[in-house]
């Protein structure tokens, strides 16, 4: 029986809202938005947690949610400045709320909601579960319930160390964060694998090498690894809320 059922909240707000959301197409080449009722994404967020727990056989659950501020935007202006203009669902914010009032939640502050998956899965070992879509969890060694492919996985902490240096090679268009150019994340794997069981250091000069092969500084691999990565147990102060960034 799992323990706890750590859930990623911000992509469950979307499900629920994006769902009574549709674009209409008009013969006459315009396009509009049908919104449906908010009690209609309360359900099918509530059902879509329903199913979440049940699959994962949760004895014990808490929705984490992202703060209002992120401490990316301090290391880098460019983190995620695409997403400034996307639209938003119209049931986005009273949906959050409505999961916040009627269920455990953690939302710590200048953290993403990543970040407490990560942080409570290191501090709580086996008997924590993340549940999320993102596969930008898999740098962080436990237990991943993917519950858009219904697919558990369990990461070693030599396949998280790996991820997240491959990552950090990669970058992740999705939050404009670059990476060195020329490599994805296939190239960034076949350099980086054969060094697996190997030491931070070692990994990360490996980072620094083929960024330095494509003229670009130390200074700006770091802030490329700082932005990719998901912090772990001891890389947060619960009591002043600061994160401990990468090599700092």
């Not at 199913?51 to 929705?63: E, F, G, P, S, W």
């Not at 501090?123 to 237990?143: C, F, S």
């Not at 998901?230 to 960034?245: A, Q, V």
Request: with cysteine.
């Amino acid at each position: 029986m799992t323990r706890l059922v750590v859930v990623d909240a911000d992509i469950l707000v979307y499900y629920g809202a994006w769902a009574v959301q549709f674009s209409i197409a008009w013969p006459n080449g315009s396009r509009s938005t049908a919104v449906g009722p908010f009690g209609e994404a309360c359900r099918v967020a509530e059902a879509k947690l329903r199913d979440i727990l049940r699959r994962t056989r949760a004895k014990d659950y808490v929705l984490a949610f992202s703060d209002n501020r992120d401490f990316r935007y301090k290391v880098s202006r460019e983190y995620q400045l695409s997403r400034a203009d996307r639209p938003q669902p119209e049931h986005k914010a009273e949906l959050l709320d409505y999961l916040k009032l009627r269920h455990p939640h953690q939302s710590w502050p200048w953290l993403e909601a990543d970040d407490v998956l990560g942080i409570m899965a290191t501090e709580g070992g086996r008997g924590v579960v993340m549940a999320t879509v993102d596969k930008d969890l898999l740098q962080i060694p436990g237990t991943i319930y993917f519950w858009n492919r219904d697919k558990t996985v369990h990461v070693s902490e030599e396949d998280g160390d790996i991820a997240f240096f491959c990552q950090a090679l990669a970058g992740d268009p999705v939050d404009d964060i670059r990476g060195a150019p020329g490599i994805g994340p296939v190239r960034a794997k076949a350099l980086l694998e054969p060094l697996r069981g190997k030491d931070h250091d070692t990994l990360w000069a490996k980072v620094l090498e083929a960024y330095a092969e494509r003229g670009l500084s130390e200074s700006y691999a770091l802030e490329q690894a700082r932005l990719v990565r998901i912090l772990r147990s001891g890389e947060y102060d619960m009591k002043t809320h600061t994160p401990k960034l990468y090599r700092s």
